[in-house]
Nanobody, 128 residues
Framework: QTQLVESGGGLVQPGGSLRLSCAVP????????IAWFRRAPEKEREGVSG??????SAYYTDSVKGRFTISRDKNMVYLQMTSLKLEDTGVYYC???????????????????????WGQGTQVTVSS
């Protein structure tokens, strides 16, 4: 099991930016599928962005396209969030799945059941 640690949440005004970080200690040792999910107050958990280390492909839910960018540097995965909106408020979770042969189904990226490892979450609050 991979222990994930998120950081970088906070309070920001609408239109502002935040960068979330997820430490994945074994990221360089395996192919991984990494995703960011969020749970807004009184809403279901939703997938926000995903990234495959096997081919470098990145995925975004429609509501964040053009505003959020997922990236990787060594054993860290980042979610750069810009032009934040009130509806981006929520607890953001990093999730990981080892890809044994680097193959994955893109349709499963935003399904929580795909992932075996989760971080503790970091709160993002967008408020004026």
């Amino acid at each position: 099991q991979t222990q994930l640690v998120e950081s970088g949440g906070g309070l920001v005004q609408p239109g502002g930016s935040l960068r979330l970080s997820c430490a994945v200690p074994t990221l360089s040792l395996h192919y991984y599928l990494i995703a960011w999910f969020r749970r807004a107050p009184e809403k279901e958990r939703e997938g926000v962005s995903g990234f495959s280390t096997s081919d470098g492909s990145a995925y975004y839910t429609d509501s964040v396209k053009g505003r959020f960018t997922i990236s990787r540097d060594k054993n860290m995965v980042y979610l750069q969030m810009t032009s934040l909106k009130l509806e981006d408020t929520g607890v953001y979770y990093c999730a990981a799945k080892v890809l044994r042969v680097g193959v994955f189904d893109p349709a499963s990226i935003f399904s929580a059941s795909t992932y075996s490892d989760w971080g503790q979450g970091t709160q993002v609050t967008v408020s004026s």
